[in-house]
């Protein structure tokens, strides 16, 4: 049995004098393309993703690591308040490590620096300038401006008073 491709002929096997090394070295050698499949080995299938928690942990949604991901904090009027790093992040909340150890009100917002999105979100628990706080929604604390959010999203940033 032949087979033909791209112009060429090849023996569905060698014969006596070759060998499958021999007549793929052959079609290399011309600056053709040989291949053989020796054997399909079936794909295993796919493992499910199980999330827990560890021991003791309260919060609902499993929680991401993050590095130098930076965010800004602003107050219930979208007034900034500190610089801040995101040391892990849920779909339900953020951990930050507040540049300056400043107060914060019942309500304000986060802005994650590599995202671009605004939330408003709630003090969940606090040590020292680090802070957990739970997403309350998408979105700024108090209407904004786009061109307030665009000053909040760039690299050096100013809001007006």
Not at 25 to 40: D, F, K, N, P, T
Not at 98 to 107: D, E, G, K, P, T
């Amino acid at each position: 049995m032949k087979t033909e491709f791209a112009g060429f002929r090849t023996e569905a096997s060698p014969t006596r004098d070759e060998t499958w090394e021999s007549i793929a070295r052959s079609l290399a050698e011309r600056g053709q393309v040989a291949y053989r499949v020796v054997r399909v080995v079936p794909a295993p299938p796919p493992r499910p993703v199980i999330a827990t928690l560890p021991e003791g942990e309260s919060r609902a949604q499993v929680r991401r690591k993050t590095r130098l991901r930076s965010a800004k904090v602003v107050d219930e009027a979208n007034r900034f308040l500190c610089e801040a790093v995101v040391q892990n992040r849920s779909a339900e909340g953020f951990r930050l490590l507040l540049a300056r150890n400043v107060a914060l009100s019942a309500r304000f917002g986060v802005h994650d620096d590599e995202s671009g999105e605004l939330y408003t979100v709630s003090l969940a628990w606090r040590r020292g300038a680090t802070v957990g706080l739970r997403i309350l929604r998408r979105g700024p604390p108090a209407p904004m401006r786009g061109i307030e959010l665009a000053a909040l999203s760039g690299r050096y940033y100013a809001l007006g008073d």
